[in-house]
């Protein structure tokens, strides 16, 4: 069964420090993985996905992702960040063919130190 | 694109009363999903709509549960009856099948569900 663990619940970062969220995922094949943010009682915004090609991903507000086959993981990384980051954010994975659902992981909420 | 929306933002309501919630879809989406997000968790599938048809439901979307995509523009999700244990967050996303776009659900800002 497919599944995604974020195994931090809650990572505290100074402001200008980097970030690094970590994303493992169980799927029998190569899946499509993305990572979602949301905000206090909001809605899911995507920051970036990854579906083939090269394994290093590039989203917005200046996250990017590493898709590692080997390890099963999918990483998201800023190298500096800013207070406007914190947040919850969700690593999900979703299968190629399907017509249906993604999986989320549990979340990561982001606090950031000024 | 002006994304997708959801209605009412919040709702509460005392157990056993009914409760409707409405998705409208990014535009020319033909896909729409459901999710249900309880406190402390990732958003859990419910189901999925392929134009008006409904293609997949999760063990979660109990005989108490019923969605409608008529003529697959918005959809409605119908709780009868409820109970305490419905009160979370109500997500509704839409993707397309477009060729530089596949498979990438876009998430509206949810309904909150209060059930007294």
């Known amino acids: 069964a497919q599944s995604v663990t974020q195994p931090d619940i809650h990572i505290t970062v100074s402001e200008g420090a980097s970030l690094e969220l970590r994303c493992n995922y169980s799927y029998g094949a190569t899946p499509y993985l993305f990572w979602y943010v949301q905000s206090p009682g909001q809605g899911l915004q995507l920051l970036l996905k990854?579906?083939?090609?090269?394994?290093l991903v590039q989203g917005i507000k200046g996250f990017e992702a590493e898709f590692k086959r080997s390890q099963s993981s999918f990483n998201l990384r800023k190298p500096s960040v800013h207070w406007s980051d914190a947040a919850e954010y969700f690593c999900?994975?979703?299968?190629?063919?399907?017509?249906?659902?993604?999986?989320f992981g549990k979340g990561t909420k982001l606090s950031v130190k000024p | 694109d002006t994304g997708v929306s959801q209605n009412p933002r919040h709702k509460i309501t005392k157990r056993g009363q009914n409760v409707t919630f409405r998705c409208d879809p990014i535009s020319e989406h033909n896909r729409l999903y459901w999710y249900r997000q309880t406190l402390g968790q990732g958003p859990e599938f419910l189901t999925y709509?392929?134009?008006?048809?409904?293609?997949?439901k999760s063990r979660l979307l109990s005989d108490r549960f019923s969605a409608e995509r008529p003529k697959g523009s918005f959809s409605t999700l119908e709780i009868q009856r409820t109970e305490q244990g419905d009160s979370a967050m109500y997500l509704c996303?839409?993707?397309?099948?477009?060729?530089?776009?596949?498979?990438?659900?876009?998430f509206g800002p949810g309904t909150r569900l209060t059930v007294l």
């Open positions: 990854y579906f083939s090609g090269d394994t």
């Open positions: 999900a994975v979703g299968a190629r063919g399907s017509q249906g659902n993604l999986i």
């Open positions: 996303a839409s993707s397309s099948r477009a060729a530089t776009d596949t498979d990438t659900q876009y």
């Open positions: 709509f392929q134009n008006e048809a409904q293609l997949e």
